[in-house]
């Protein structure tokens, strides 16, 4: 078994094109078409791949677009450990407009699952033999999963002696924090609902983010924070990284980019410092790329070395 684990509850077949411009009414014609496997842990396993990490995906499958996933996940060369549903898997597209370069994204609600559904992606988790180092678990939770989903995968992984790192949001996110995270991985927004209150600077996100490590629910955060940078924050440590100076063509997977690499480099035995540094770099790379290319390690490397890090 690979020594990281994926869990995306909600995954979906992406699929990405650009036209001139967007008007109502008019047939709108595509110049592109691009499909790829989607969904935060699927897109975090891919990024992870790419960097040479061993990491199986979990995730369910339903209908013809749940067998097209399965064939994208594989076309990536990401090993796939899947449980079925009776509803069909999600699909989201994103379309970029020439005429401004401004990107738009459609996300689908996706299936509802039972319980029968859900708790066969929780037996699944269970019964890995030797079970991975590394739980990430990443993306929305589809209709039907209850809030503590995560939180129950955080006491597995922690009863199993794995570490487990999340990104999600709103209730989901504050649930599985409760029971108890070795990292996450909010935005401002999530981070924002996390504190339970408005946050104006990025002073005041680092701060919540302090107190967050400090309650003893977290024990890392990695703040992303769009044009203001990244934050890395442990019990020991602060480390802020400045945005870099790149033209962005999309900011769709900026953020699985970032978790990807991190653990990538969490799991090689990098220092976290050195994690953070590529982090912020895969996170930049992927702004490179129209629609759901996700970032290319080329780009990340030659990237990582214009990363400034800063302690507080």
């Given at each position: 078994m690979s020594n990281i684990v994926t869990i995306t509850p909600n995954p979906a077949v992406d699929l990405s094109t650009v036209v001139e411009k967007i008007v109502p009414v008019m047939k709108l014609r595509g110049t592109t078409q691009r499909r790829d496997p989607g969904g935060g842990g699927i897109n975090v396993a891919r990024v992870i791949t790419r960097f040479g990490g061993d990491v199986t995906a979990v995730y369910p499958v339903g209908g013809a677009t749940g067998a097209l996933l399965n064939k994208l996940v594989a076309r990536e060369g990401v090993a796939g450990l899947t449980f079925p549903t009776a509803d069909e898997t999600?699909?989201?597209?994103?379309?970029?407009?020439?005429?401004?370069?401004?990107?738009?994204?459609?996300?689908?609600?996706?299936?509802?699952?039972?319980?029968?559904?859900?708790?066969?992606?929780?037996?699944?988790?269970?019964?890995?033999?030797?079970?991975?180092?590394?739980?990430?678990?990443?993306?929305?939770?589809?209709?039907?999963?209850?809030?503590?989903?995560?939180?129950?995968?955080?006491?597995?992984?922690?009863?199993?002696?794995?570490?487990?790192?999340?990104?999600?949001?709103?209730?989901?996110?504050?649930?599985?924090?409760?029971?108890?995270?070795?990292?996450?991985?909010?935005?401002?927004?999530?981070?924002?609902?996390?504190?339970?209150?408005?946050?104006?600077?990025?002073?005041?996100?680092?701060?919540?983010?302090?107190?967050?490590?400090?309650?003893?629910?977290?024990?890392?955060?990695?703040?992303?924070?769009?044009?203001?940078?990244?934050?890395?924050?442990?019990?020991?440590?602060?480390?802020?990284?400045?945005?870099?100076?790149?033209t962005p063509v999309s900011a769709v997977g900026a953020g699985d980019s970032f978790l990807g690499a991190l653990v990538a480099k969490l799991a090689a035995g990098a220092a976290i410092d050195e994690a953070f540094r590529w982090a912020v770099a895969a996170g930049a790379a992927a702004l490179l790329h129209p629609g759901t290319a996700l970032c290319d390690p080329i780009d990340v490397s030659r990237l990582a070395g214009e990363v400034q890090l800063q302690a507080a």
């Open positions: 999600r699909e989201d597209f994103f379309v970029q407009e020439a005429a401004t370069g401004q990107p738009y994204r459609f996300i689908l609600p996706g299936p509802t699952l039972d319980e029968r559904e859900w708790q066969a992606g929780l037996a699944l988790l269970t019964a890995l033999e030797p079970f991975p180092r590394y739980v990430i678990g990443s993306g929305s939770l589809p209709h039907g999963v209850p809030i503590d989903f995560y939180g129950r995968v955080a006491k597995l992984a922690r009863e199993r002696g794995a570490r487990f790192i999340l990104d999600t949001s709103g209730p989901a996110l504050a649930a599985a924090a409760e029971a108890g995270v070795d990292l996450i991985k909010p935005s401002l927004r999530e981070m924002r609902e996390l504190a339970g209150g408005e946050l104006a600077d990025a002073a005041q996100w680092e701060t919540a983010a302090r107190a967050l490590v400090h309650s003893g629910k977290v024990g890392t955060v990695a703040l992303t924070m769009g044009h203001l940078g990244a934050v890395l924050v442990t019990r020991d440590l602060v480390l802020r990284a400045r945005p870099l100076a790149i």
